[in-house]
C-alpha cells in the first residue's frame, strides 16, 4: 500500500525493515506491514483506503482483546498440570504448547503482558 508522513519519520518494522519518510514522498509498504505503519503514525495516500486500514487496525486490536480470556485460562492449565514442553528452560510458556492448548497463535510481545499477569497469580 502507498503510505505517507506528515513529518519526516524513520519506520523500522519488527521484522527489521525500515523507511524514511519525508512529507509528501509516499513510499510501498508491504501489505502484511500497514496495521503496524498506521500505529507509527504513517497514513495511506489513497483516503478510502486509509479509512479502511484503520478500520483493520481497530478490528485487529478488538480481536486480540477478545482472545485473551482463552490464553489466560490455558496458561492457567499449563501451569496446573505442569507437563515437561510446557514451558521452556527460562520458565516461559512454551508458545506451541500453548497453541495446541488453547488454539490461538501469539507471538513472544503479544505473550509478554498476559504470563507477566499470569504469573504474579502464582508467587
Known amino acids: 500500500m502507498l503510505m505517507q508522513s506528515s513529518q519526516e519519520l524513520s519506520f523500522v518494522a519488527k521484522c527489521g525493515l525500515s523507511w524514511n519518510f519525508v512529507p509528501g514522498t509516499p ?4 501489505t502484511k506491514l500497514v496495521s503496524e505503519a498506521i500505529t507509527h503514525g504513517l497514513q495511506a495516500v489513497d ?13 485487529e486490536k478488538e480481536a486480540a482483546v477478545a482472545r ?3 490464553i489466560e485460562d ?3 492449565k499449563m501451569v496446573k498440570r505442569n507437563l515437561r514442553g510446557d514451558f521452556t528452560a527460562g520458565g ?3 508458545l506451541n504448547a500453548l497453541f495446541r492448548l488453547s488454539q490461538q497463535e501469539l507471538t513472544s510481545e503479544e505473550l509478554d503482558p498476559i504470563w507477566n499477569k499470569i504469573k504474579k497469580e502464582f508467587e
Not at 27 to 30: D, G, K, N, R, T
Not at 48 to 53: F, S, V
Open 92 to 94: 516461559r510458556p512454551n
Open 68 to 70: 485473551v480470556p482463552t
Open 47 to 59: 483516503p478510502k483506503a486509509n479509512e479502511q486500514a484503520v478500520e483493520q487496525v481497530a478490528a
Open 74 to 76: 490455558a496458561i492457567r
Open 27 to 30: 513510499q510501498e509498504i508491504p
